[in-house]
T-cell receptor, first 109, second 113 residues
Framework: GQNIDQPTEMTATEGAIVQINCTYQ??????LFWYQQHAGEAPTFLSY??LDGLEEKGRFSSFLSRSKGYSYLLLKELQMKDSASYLC??????????WGAGTKLIIKP | NAGVTQTPKFRVLKTGQSMTLLCAQD?????MYWYRQDPGMGLRLIHY???????AKGEVPDGYNVSRLKKQNFLLGLESAAPSQTSVYFC????????????FGEGSRLTVL
């Protein structure tokens, strides 16, 4: 079966750095995505990795290791508005997205 | 700039009632999707469409029907609602040129009593 694993909940302090991990086992791989979802709102696209390595976009970075079936989302200089759920999704061999259950990130002052 | 719009935003149904959720996008996207989101689970694909007049089943299609009569609209129907269909439903779209990014509507919260 296909599986995406990420921690259910994480807590971090405003101004700090947090890393949210995602491991996957899918039938094929055609890219990994991170989305942000604030409570009661729609998911919004953060990043896309298809090759190994680090993609940096402002305060957010995403890393991929295809051989390990592993990715992480790194958030720097945390702000209260970063409190949200972060969804990891993998596009499989049929180009369908398989979604993780999401990681709820709580930012404390 | 409306993007993806879902109606209604909230609805309460009794078991056995029927209803239709409407998704409209103004970005001329080819692909449209209906997902459901339940606590502790990832988004699950119900049905999708790769173009006007075409639909296909996703991971959890039972109890739902869809239609894509116009390119900009994707309708999700529940013929006989069940409590197991209580969920938040999201519509999403993307262009045919796959950049990977999905554009989501704001969601429709459905409760079946």
């Amino acid at each position: 079966g296909q599986n995406i694993d990420q921690p259910t909940e994480m807590t971090a302090t405003e101004g700090a750095i947090v890393q949210i991990n995602c491991t996957y086992q899918t039938s094929g791989f055609n890219g990994l995505f991170w989305y942000q979802q604030h409570a009661g709102e729609a998911p919004t696209f953060l990043s896309y990795n298809v090759l190994d390595g680090l993609e940096e976009k402002g305060r957010f970075s995403s890393f991929l290791s295809r051989s390990k079936g592993y990715s992480y989302l790194l958030l720097k200089e945390l702000q209260m508005k970063d409190s949200a759920s972060y969804l990891c999704a993998v596009k499989d061999s049929n180009y369908q997205l398989i979604w993780g259950a999401g990681t709820k990130l709580i930012i404390k002052p | 700039n409306a993007g993806v719009t879902q109606t209604p935003k909230f609805r309460v149904l009794k078991t056995g009632q029927s209803m239709t959720l409407l998704c409209a996008q103004d970005m001329n996207h080819e692909y449209m999707y209906w997902y459901r989101q339940d606590p502790g689970m990832g988004l699950r694909l119900i049905h999708y469409s790769v173009g006007e007049g075409t639909t296909a089943k996703g991971e959890v299609p039972d109890g739902y029907n869809v239609s894509r009569l116009k390119k900009q609209n994707f309708l999700l129907g529940l013929e006989s609602a069940a409590p197991s269909q209580t969920s938040v439903y999201f519509c999403a779209s993307r262009p045919a040129q796959d950049t990977g990014e999905l554009f989501f509507g704001e969601g429709s919260r459905l409760t079946v009593l």
